[in-house]
Nanobody, 129 residues
Framework: QVQLVESGGGLVQAGDSLRLSCAASGPTFSSYAMGWFCQAPGQEREFVAAISRSGSTTSYADSVKGRFTISRDNGKNTVYLQMNSLKFEDTAAYYC??????????????????????WGQGTQVTVSS
């Protein structure tokens, strides 16, 4: 079982940047495909970005394409979400998620909430307009 801890959230102005980090426990981080999701007050949790176990495949929600970048460092057991040109509507709690990805799933990035097994507690991002 993997434990995930997010960090890097905060209060910023529109147009600013933030980098979220998600640190995973355990020696098998490279076995997991990773994702980021967000949830605004009164809204359902929604997909933001995902990266395959291999690191070679990424996927993004249309709303963040060209602004956000997901990456992973297996040596540090960490996945990142670089968030540029932040908008007021990016305000939400951001959650890191993980799932195992064996065999043919090595190169797959997973984009739906129910495909993930493990979740962090979230980090709040607030963008003032």
């Amino acid at each position: 079982q993997v434990q995930l801890v997010e960090s890097g959230g905060g209060l910023v102005q529109a147009g600013d940047s933030l980098r979220l980090s998600c640190a995973a426990s355990g020696p098998t981080f490279s076995s997991y495909a990773m994702g980021w999701f967000c949830q605004a007050p009164g809204q359902e949790r929604e997909f933001v970005a995902a990266i395959s176990r291999s690191g070679s495949t990424t996927s993004y929600a249309d709303s963040v394409k060209g602004r956000f970048t997901i990456s992973r460092d297996n040596g540090k057991n960490t996945v990142y979400l670089q968030m540029n040109s932040l908008k007021f509507e990016d305000t939400a709690a951001y959650y890191c998620a993980a799932r195992t990805a064996a065999g043919s799933y090595y190169y797959r990035a997973f984009g739906t909430e129910n495909e993930y097994t493990y979740w962090g507690q979230g980090t709040q991002v607030t963008v003032s307009s």
